[in-house]
Structures are given as C-alpha cells and as structure tokens.
C-alpha cells in the first residue's frame, strides 16, 4: 500500500482560534498520541526483519506506518507476500514486541496530568488489540482514567470506523456527542466515517498533510488543550 507523503510539518492546516468545547465522549488513540512508542514498535518491526530482504528498512520508514494494520506495511515491503506469511510475520513481531515491555516508550507531556483532569467519559480506539492496550494504559498509570478500553480485535482496522463504533455503542452514545483524538490520517478517516467529531495531534507520527485531506475539526499541540477554556490559537 502506497502512502501519500509530505515533509510539511506546518502549514495552515489548523482550524483558526477555535475553541474545543467540552464533549460527553473521548475516544482516543493510543500510539502517537498518548504514548511515543516508536522506538519500541520499529525496533521490534526492524527485529523481526533482520533476516529477511529487507533488513535495511528504517525508523523514519516504518513510522510512517504507525496507525495502520501490521499487514499494510508487510504488504508494503513484500508486495507479493502470501496471506500466511504475512500472518507469520505479524505474530512474530507482537512476540518480540511484548518482550521489549515498553521499555522505550514514553508518555507525551501533559498526557497524564488532561486525562486526570477532563471531564466526560473515555475510551480508547486503536489499532492496538485490547489487551495490549489494558497493559500499555497500566504501565504508565492512564488506565483509571479510562471507563472503557477498546482495541482492534477481530474487525476491521483503521480507517475503517469499526473501533470507533464499538465504543460508541458500549457508552450508548450517539456519534455527534463524541471526539476522537489522534495522529493519523487513518484516525481523521475513521472519526469521519463513524460520524464523529475529531481532534489532530501535531505531535505525532503522521503527516499533516494526509490528515488535513479528512479536515479535522480540531489540531492540538498539546493534549491540555483539550480541557475547557483551553482556546487554540492561530498559526
């Protein structure tokens, strides 16, 4: 899968002066945006490649794939790559990348200290499977803040707003009360599809421009500025 890809990290794709009003409903993704867990996804991903064809691959490269499904980026790398192998590929690298133990990854600023304090409920919606994201939230001290934990188990990954939906559902929410935070243009994409409002980080892994094309009703630096009375201000 070809990805579309800009070096602009600016660019007067920020909605000017708006202020974001508090919402009933968070969902949030996890890599990228609660957590800089590069490090310990490309070094596993890099791991696992180490013997293959495409050992040369980098961190700047596979960060671009964050957000996504493990299979796009093994399809990427290996366009002819049977089902299976593929499969095989991608329990290998969760393998390697439990045994790291989150070693690396970091909490972004303010993360910890807006969950705490920012009223509504909350989920997550990533990528991740839950049970990996139940263990990430608990290591670094977000999972009381969460009244639902939702990853991608058994449906359709981002951009498909599968994720989205589910927590939706659990919180009998309609989609119009909710706002999803994240990094990505597969994140835009889906907050669009499910019907919800969304809020781009800058701070992330992906590209500015690819997540202006789904017009996020929001762009952060910060993650406070998702508390009340926070107004963004103009580029």
């Known amino acids: ?21 508090v919402f009933p409903v968070y969902l949030f993704d996890v890599d990228g945006t609660l957590v800089d867990s590069a490090p310990d996804i490309c070094s596993s991903i890099q791991t696992i490649l180490a013997n293959t064809s495409r050992a040369e691959v980098d961190h700047p490269y ?4 964050i957000g996504y499904h493990l299979i796009d980026l093994f399809q990427d790398l290996f366009p002819e790559i049977p089902n299976e192998e593929a499969d095989k590929l991608v329990s ?5 990348y439990s045994a790291r133990d989150h070693a690396a990854t970091t909490l972004y600023p303010g993360v910890l200290e807006t969950l705490a304090s920012l009223p509504g409920r909350k989920s997550t919606a990533t990528t991740k499977a839950t049970a990996t994201t139940r263990i990430v939230l608990e290591r670094f001290g977000l999972l009381p803040f969460f009244d639902h934990v939702q990853g991608t188990d058994g ?8 994720v989205i939906l589910h927590s939706i559902a659990v919180f009998g929410a309609r989609p119009q009360d909710c706002l999803l935070v994240g990094d990505s243009a597969p994140d835009m994409e889906a907050g669009r599809r499910a019907g919800v409002q969304t809020c781009a980080v800058r701070y992330g892994y992906g590209d500015l421009v690819n997540m202006a094309q789904w017009e996020p009703d929001y762009w952060i630096d910060n993650l406070s500025e998702l508390l ?8």
């Open 228 to 235: 009340p009375d926070t107004v963004q201000t103009s580029v």
């Open 92 to 96: 290998e690298y969760r393998a390697v």
């Open 62 to 65: 596979l960060k671009r794939f």
């Open 1 to 21: 899968m070809a990805l579309q890809h800009s070096d602009s990290k600016n660019g007067g794709v920020r909605r000017s002066g708006a202020a974001i009003p």
């Open 155 to 162: 449906f359709p990954s981002k951009p498909a707003p599968d």
